[in-house]
């Protein structure tokens, strides 16, 4: 028979660790700001009539004051309301304290079914389009703290074309 006494130990064991872990969450607690992700480029890298290759480039700003480790970023980009890419980078890097880093993610896709709105975004090179990155970029070296992403931005077009040179 297990004595009165013994289930009192156990309760006030079983009370002091419920309690006792909900502050270690603090352990883990971070003020430092968020890094910022943005996307400055994409550059069109090969075109099929059932594939398109691009090349998208990202900055992350480091606001804190310590290095911060990316291990990643899940991306969703869509431009105006198209769908462009979806996807995943496993993509390393140490961004230094108060500064930046830039890094590059290929990705395939095929915006045959889109043809039509991808052509009247285009018809004007130089109108800027509206684009949309969704996101958590995956930072920490031990302890993994994902950052969610969320940047509406533009992209011209025009600034992405060569010159052609007659």
């Not at 052509?119 to 090179?125: D, S, Y």
Request: hydrophobic share 40%; charged share 25%.
């Amino acid at each position: 028979m297990v004595s009165q006494a013994r289930i009192f130990r156990t309760f006030s064991l079983l009370l002091v660790i419920t309690f006792g872990l909900g502050g270690c969450a603090s352990w883990f607690a971070d003020d430092a700001p968020e890094p910022q992700v943005q996307l400055v480029k994409v550059e069109l890298v090969r075109a099929k009539l059932l594939e398109q290759k691009f090349k998208l480039y990202f900055r992350v700003d480091n606001r804190d004051d310590s290095d911060l480790t990316v291990r990643g970023l899940i991306y969703k980009i869509t431009l105006d309301d198209l769908l462009l890419t979806e996807g995943e980078s496993n993509e390393w890097l140490t961004v230094p304290p108060r500064g930046h880093k830039f890094f590059k993610i290929s990705v395939r896709t095929n915006l045959w079914p889109q043809v039509r709105e991808v052509v009247a975004m285009l018809k004007n090179p130089s109108q800027p389009i509206p684009y949309r990155l969704e996101g958590e970029l995956k930072t920490g070296l031990f302890i993994g703290n994902d950052v969610h992403v969320l940047r509406n931005g533009e992209i011209i077009p025009g600034d992405f074309i060569p010159e052609r040179h007659q």
